[in-house]
């Protein structure tokens, strides 16, 4: 049996996360290896395609945008609309994915697709990858999990299964071309909430639901297309339509023995409310894969340590508190406090409520 291919880096999904590591490590000279399941990169696009950071290098890389938006209009129970400034880009995710990954590719990586790990040894960094010739086995320093929510890797290095939103999006034909996101808050949705994004001539429009409240996407979403149509929004067409999971249980440990390394969805970065977790899979992909190559160079682990610590300071804060706010509605799903728009304002992140307290604090009484 000839002795398995020896790489640096090895990088598990060709999502953002997966192509900004790959690149990274590759542009330090690092031999990298990243493979993904998928037999083209960012096929098929499982996103509502919102960049919400649009100071990110990412919105022009070629064919990526599409549109700007401008603000927010969210809609209560009751009706009552807030409107917010919310800029952001609407993209072509699949070009996105694409253009990524072929700048790790440009940058030295191989990229091997339709190759799935089957298997991670975390001890010996040994990974057996299904591709289309067969099975064959790798091993790598430096193992990368940029796997998206169901993880594998993060599976191997011992880390339970994620809490999950799912999800179901329709693409459909705009009216009229839309500035805005319209964004639905509704005890119809539990969990979650409905959402439209307009792309150009089309619209994404689709609903994220927790299962443990509510099983059924299809009937909440036909109705909400059905509202959208009367509205004279959007044409009630089949365009396309897609769903997936988004974490929504917070961070996790990102340095594992191995060393293994966790980015994006495999990482728990994802925004627990707004499900928005482009920009942090693109930031976190980058800075681990400038963190394996300092590691590989000196065997260093503070480099590692230096990564999730940089990864924390940007996203820690909101990512805990969009948990916390989960939390709270958690206790009303279900019950007639749902219907009220008190707690979907405290719950989503147009609102000031949101950032604020849930109670004023007590008075301190003097003795
Ligand atoms: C319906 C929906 C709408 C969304 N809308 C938005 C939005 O508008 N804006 C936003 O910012 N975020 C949005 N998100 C979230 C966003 O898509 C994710 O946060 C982002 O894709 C995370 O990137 P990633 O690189 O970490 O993982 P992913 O993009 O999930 O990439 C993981 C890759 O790993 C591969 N993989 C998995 N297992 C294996 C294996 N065993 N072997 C090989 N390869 C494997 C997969 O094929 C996949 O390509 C949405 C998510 C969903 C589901």
Not at 247 to 252: D, N, Q, S
């Amino acid at each position: 049996m000839s002795a398995a291919a020896v790489y640096d880096v090895l990088v598990v999904g060709l999502g953002p996360g997966g192509g900004s590591a790959a690149r990274a490590a590759a542009a330090r000279g690092r031999r990298v290896l990243a493979v993904d399941r998928r037999k083209v990169v960012g096929q098929p696009v499982q996103c509502a395609e919102f960049l919400p950071n649009p100071m990110l290098r990412h919105g022009n890389l070629p064919g990526v945008l599409v549109q700007k938006i401008t603000g927010m209009k969210t809609f209560l129970p009751s009706g009552k609309r807030e409107d917010s400034d919310f800029p952001g880009l609407m993209i072509d995710r699949g070009n996105l994915d694409r253009a990524v990954a072929d700048e790790a590719a440009a940058a030295g990586a191989e990229l091997r697709l339709e190759t799935r790990l089957l298997h991670l040894d975390p001890e010996t960094g040994e990974a057996r990858l299904k591709g289309p010739g067969g099975e064959t086995t790798v091993s790598a320093r430096v193992v990368i999990g940029a796997d998206g929510p169901h993880s594998p890797v993060a599976r191997a290095a011992g880390l339970p299964a994620q809490k999950t939103v799912h999800t179901r999006q329709h693409t459909l034909p705009l009216a009229d071309t839309y500035p805005d996101t319209d964004i639905f808050l509704s005890p119809d949705f539990p969990g979650g909430y409905g959402w439209l994004f307009p792309k150009g001539e089309v619209a994404n429009v689709g609903l994220g639901m927790d299962r443990r409240f509510g099983e059924d996407l299809g009937g909440p979403l036909t109705d909400l297309i059905g509202h959208l149509a009367e509205r004279g929004l959007v044409e009630n067409r089949l365009l396309g339509r897609t769903g997936g999971s988004i974490p929504v249980g917070g961070l996790r440990p990102m340095v594992h023995p191995g060393p293994i390394l966790l980015v994006g969805d495999a990482a728990g970065l994802t925004h627990p409310i707004t499900g928005a977790g482009i920009p942090a899979a693109l930031i976190s992909g980058e800075r681990a894969g400038e963190a394996a190559a300092d590691y590989l160079e000196d065997g260093d682990a503070e480099a590692l340590a230096d990564f999730e610590e940089d990864v924390r300071d940007q996203f820690e804060t909101s990512v805990a508190r969009g948990v916390e706010r989960r939390e709270e509605l958690e206790r009303i799903w279900g019950s007639p406090a749902a219907d009220a728009d008190g707690p979907h304002r405290r719950g989503w992140i147009a609102f000031s409520e949101y950032f604020g307290r849930a109670e004023a604090a007590p008075e301190a009484v003097p003795r």
